[in-house]
């Protein structure tokens, strides 16, 4: 099974690509990446965020924007800034000056972002925030999925975990992502709706400062010991954050008991799926998000004008930003397959002990 986000999304990216060069060549390091120019193009830069807050960056997006502007024939710098704020922006300076047309980042957080972009349209550069809105920024589109969806998915699949319980009320833990980040809130508003709707509890509410695994850890301890333990749910807001709690639960020896989410798909956090210590976990299909995103920016290159399908309200300035949303996919172990069918990781990477092999064996995944 293919997902509905792919198909729906990767016309658009290969509408635009097709009108792109067709010759290309590529290469890839710890801090770039490029592809040969071709046709009137200019060069497209592209800031990630770190590769702690999810591996995603480095394991999936990395390569999925080289292919896509390799096959393009656009010539792009891509670079992660690894968390530091100082040298996202040293990156920023160094990529206008460069002379990139278009700039496309990954925010740390909304302020230093917005201080990019503001940058980079002032030296007639195009600007496109990916997967993050830069909140008071100047980007002038926006690629992502559906983020309050995302949070939707998360707070149904945590709520029916909690029902195959028999837990049809009673207190739930939120561990959020990253106050600075626009999508942390944006999940949180889709989980907390539905957990509040569904006539639970909300007993405990913490964010994770930078989406830091190891302050989850110590935060989500916290929440555990201050409530005795006593939560029939956790809503957390990527595998990192939910491998953190589930860490916790086991050292009390209650993991798999008490459900805890997650997003992301991430080769632990399906593992955990497949073992039951984690309920469920988000899968976005990156390369659908980043084919559409790469080839919104090679339009820009080329000095066309995209179309995307929606709109999204900057809560700061109040303007709609153009935006192209994906649809995300929500997994549990008797769906994990899909993943791996879509491409997205292997049966190799997941099934690495006799434990994961045995899940694997009885969900299908091969």
């Given at each position: 099974?293919?997902?509905?986000?792919?198909?729906?999304?990767?016309?658009?990216?290969?509408?635009?690509?097709?009108?792109?060069?067709?010759s290309s060549?590529s290469?890839?390091?710890?801090?770039s990446?490029?592809?040969?120019a071709?046709?009137?193009?200019g060069?497209?830069?592209?800031i990630?965020?770190?590769?702690?807050?999810?591996?995603?960056?480095?394991?999936?997006?990395r390569?999925?924007l080289?292919?896509?502007?390799?096959?393009?024939?656009?010539t792009?710098d891509?670079?992660?800034?690894?968390g530091?704020?100082?040298k996202?922006?040293?990156?920023?300076?160094?990529?206008i000056?460069?002379?990139?047309s278009?700039?496309m980042?990954v925010n740390?957080d909304?302020?230093?972002?917005?201080?990019?972009?503001?940058?980079?349209?002032?030296?007639?550069?195009k600007?496109?925030?990916y997967d993050?809105?830069?909140?008071?920024?100047s980007?002038?589109y926006?690629?992502?999925?559906?983020?309050?969806?995302?949070?939707?998915?998360?707070?149904?699949g945590?709520?029916?975990?909690?029902?195959?319980?028999?837990d049809?009320?009673?207190?739930?833990?939120?561990l959020?992502?990253?106050?600075?980040?626009?999508?942390?809130?944006l999940?949180k508003?889709?989980?907390e709706?539905v957990?509040k709707?569904?006539g639970?509890?909300?007993?405990?509410?913490?964010?994770v400062?930078?989406?830091?695994?190891t302050?989850?850890?110590t935060?989500?301890e916290?929440?555990?010991?201050?409530a005795?333990?006593?939560?029939v749910?956790?809503?957390?807001a990527?595998d990192g954050l939910g491998g953190?709690?589930?860490?916790?639960?086991?050292?009390?020896g209650?993991?798999?008991?008490i459900?805890?989410?997650?997003?992301?798909a991430?080769d632990?956090?399906?593992q955990r799926v497949?073992l039951?210590?984690q309920c469920m976990?988000?899968?976005?299909?990156?390369?659908?998000?980043a084919?559409?995103?790469?080839a919104?920016?090679?339009?820009?290159a080329?000095?066309?004008t995209?179309t995307v399908?929606?709109?999204?309200k900057?809560?700061?300035?109040g303007?709609d930003v153009?935006?192209?949303?994906l649809e995300p996919?929500?997994?549990f172990?008797?769906?994990?397959?899909d993943?791996?069918?879509?491409?997205?990781?292997?049966?190799a990477?997941l099934c690495?002990n006799?434990?994961?092999?045995?899940?694997?064996e009885?969900?299908?995944?091969?």
């Amino acid at each position: 099974m293919r997902f509905r986000t792919y198909g729906a999304v990767a016309g658009l990216a290969a509408a635009s690509l097709m009108m792109a060069a067709c010759s290309s060549s590529s290469s890839s390091g710890d801090s770039s990446a490029s592809a040969s120019a071709g046709g009137d193009a200019g060069s497209v830069g592209v800031i990630l965020p770190d590769s702690a807050s999810s591996d995603r960056w480095e394991t999936a997006d990395r390569q999925y924007l080289t292919d896509a502007f390799s096959t393009a024939g656009v010539t792009a710098d891509i670079q992660n800034a690894g968390g530091d704020k100082a040298k996202f922006a040293t990156i920023c300076d160094q990529m206008i000056n460069s002379g990139v047309s278009v700039l496309m980042i990954v925010n740390l957080d909304s302020e230093s972002g917005a201080a990019c972009t503001k940058k980079a349209v002032a030296q007639g550069i195009k600007t496109v925030d990916y997967d993050r809105l830069t909140l008071g920024g100047s980007s002038e589109y926006y690629v992502s999925f559906d983020n309050v969806a995302v949070g939707t998915k998360i707070g149904e699949g945590l709520v029916t975990c909690m029902q195959k319980n028999g837990d049809t009320s009673g207190p739930v833990a939120l561990l959020n992502g990253s106050p600075t980040d626009n999508n942390a809130t944006l999940f949180k508003q889709g989980y907390e709706t539905v957990i509040k709707d569904k006539g639970y509890e909300i007993a405990a509410d913490q964010s994770v400062p930078d989406w830091d695994n190891t302050k989850a850890g110590t935060i989500f301890e916290q929440m555990y010991t201050q409530a005795n333990g006593n939560f029939v749910g956790v809503a957390a807001a990527n595998d990192g954050l939910g491998g953190a709690a589930v860490s916790v639960l086991d050292k009390n020896g209650v993991a798999g008991k008490i459900p805890v989410t997650g997003q992301d798909a991430t080769d632990e956090g399906l593992q955990r799926v497949l073992l039951g210590t984690q309920c469920m976990t988000v899968y976005k299909a990156i390369k659908a998000e980043a084919d559409a995103a790469a080839a919104l920016a090679v339009a820009l290159a080329k000095g066309e004008t995209p179309t995307v399908s929606g709109t999204v309200k900057d809560t700061e300035t109040g303007k709609d930003v153009p935006a192209q949303l994906l649809e995300p996919q929500a997994i549990f172990p008797e769906n994990v397959k899909d993943v791996v069918a879509d491409g997205f990781t292997t049966a190799a990477k997941l099934c690495t002990n006799a434990e994961l092999k045995a899940a694997c064996e009885k969900y299908g995944v091969s």
